[in-house]
Every structure is written in structure tokens, then in C-alpha cells.
């Protein structure tokens, strides 16, 4: 079965400064992973995803992932954050283990504080 | 139109009330689901409706019961509920139900049951 681990709940950084959020996934065979955020009260927003067409995945907002294969990562990064970038992110994979529904499974979240 | 609506915004029932949820959407996705949010946690999976029937039932309890009477149209219904059901309800649509494919989320109604 597919799972995902993110790596730290919680991640301050300065404005301006090098956001790295962190995703671990397992799967016994080339996985789906996907990146959302969610502001306070709403609903998800898709950042990125990666279905194996490239391993360099850029997305909204000036943010971009890369899948390396041989650390099982999928680690989200953008070069200068901004104080709107303050938000939960979570990090899914598309289940493959039952059947072709494509049920997301989710990492358990890490909050991003931005500070002036 | 590009976006998935919920309404209401808010809920606030009482355990012997029955309510229900609406999503709508007309993007043309094939695919609806039903996420449950408990705060400070990720998404969690409860109905995934696939060309209007259900395709997946995350042993949920009869409690809720979903309904998706077209392809743009996705209702839970809500009776009996306990407290420990409060949470925020997602909707979601993909245009189709597979593997790799995105949802697409609405803003999510927060239910309070007292």
C-alpha cells in the first residue's frame, strides 16, 4: 500500500527566504504524488503533481517539486517565500492498491509560517 | 466555470436533526468524492462517486448517507449525528476516477453538531 510521510508539522522561515517542505512516499511501484495547500477555512488548492512525465515538476505560486526515485522524495520547494505563502501543505499519493480509483492518501500536514 | 461550490458555508445541527450537504460542479468531472477534515489533520476519504454511482464506501456509517442525483450534483445527507462528527466536509471532482488524477476541491462546509 501507498503511504507518504512529511517530515517536520511544522516550518518557520523568514520572508524572502528558501521554502523546503518535505515528503517521503512508499510505493512498490512508480507512484502518483501530488502537492496541495489549504488556507485557513478553505478548501485544497492543487500546487503540483507528478505522473512521471518529468521528474522537475513546477507549479503555481513560483513553487516546484522534484521526484528522485532513489530517496523516495518528493520535497517542495520555492527560491523566496512570501508572507502569503503562510498555509498547511499536504503532499498525497494516488492509491494504486484498490483497484483504478485513484483515491488520494494524504501526508498528516506541515504548517508554513512566514515572519517579516 | 472552473470551481466546485458547497453549501452551506456553515452547519450547526443538533443530533437528532437531519440536514444535508450540497456540492455542485460543471467542469464536467465524472467523479465526486466526500472528504471529512477534522482539524489540524489531513483530508480523510469517505464516498467517491464514479458517472454517478458509488464506487466507494470508506465504511462510513449509515449516519451519512450520499446521494448523487446527476453528474454535477453530489449531496450528503446527515442524520443522527454525534459531536465527534463535527468537522469540515470537502467536496471534490476529478474527471474521472483513476489513477494520478487530481480533485479538484471546493471550500468545504464546517459542520458543528451539539
Known amino acids: 500500500a501507498q503511504s507518504v510521510t512529511q517530515l517536520g508539522s511544522h516550518v518557520s522561515v523568514s520572508e524572502g527566504a528558501l521554502v523546503l517542505l518535505r515528503c517521503n512516499y512508499s510505493s512498490s511501484v512508480p507512484p502518483y504524488l501530488f502537492w496541495y495547500v489549504q488556507y485557513p477555512n478553505q478548501g485544497l488548492q492543487l500546487l503540483l503533481k507528478?505522473?512521471?512525465?518529468?521528474?522537475l515538476v513546477k507549479g503555481i505560486n513560483g513553487f516546484e517539486a522534484e521526484f528522485k526515485k532513489s530517496e523516495t522524495s518528493f520535497h517542495l520547494t520555492k527560491p523566496s517565500a512570501h508572507m502569503s505563502d503562510a498555509a498547511e501543505y499536504f503532499c498525497a499519493v494516488s492509491d494504486r492498491g484498490s483497484g483504478n480509483t485513484g483515491k488520494l492518501i494524504f501526508g498528516q500536514g506541515t504548517t508554513l509560517q512566514v515572519k517579516p | 466555470d472552473t470551481e466546485v461550490t458547497q453549501t452551506p458555508k456553515h452547519l450547526v445541527m443538533g443530533m437528532t436533526n437531519k440536514k444535508s450537504l450540497k456540492c455542485e460542479q460543471h467542469?464536467?468531472?465524472?467523479?465526486m468524492y466526500w472528504y471529512k477534515q477534522k482539524a489540524k489533520k489531513p483530508p480523510e476519504l469517505m464516498f467517491v462517486?464514479?458517472?454517478?454511482?458509488?464506487?466507494i464506501n470508506e465504511s462510513v456509517p449509515s449516519r451519512f448517507s450520499p446521494e448523487c442525483p446527476n453528474s454535477s450534483l453530489l449531496n450528503l445527507h446527515l442524520h443522527a449525528l454525534q459531536p465527534e462528527d463535527s468537522a469540515l466536509y470537502l467536496c471534490?471532482?476529478?474527471?474521472?476516477?483513476?489513477?494520478?488524477?487530481?480533485?479538484?476541491f471546493g471550500p468545504g462546509t464546517r459542520l458543528t453538531v451539539t
Open positions: 507528478y505522473t512521471s512525465a518529468a521528474t
Open positions: 462517486y464514479s458517472y454517478e454511482k458509488l464506487s
Open positions: 471534490a471532482s476529478s474527471q474521472f476516477s483513476g489513477q494520478g488524477v487530481s480533485n479538484d
Open positions: 467542469m464536467g468531472h465524472r467523479a
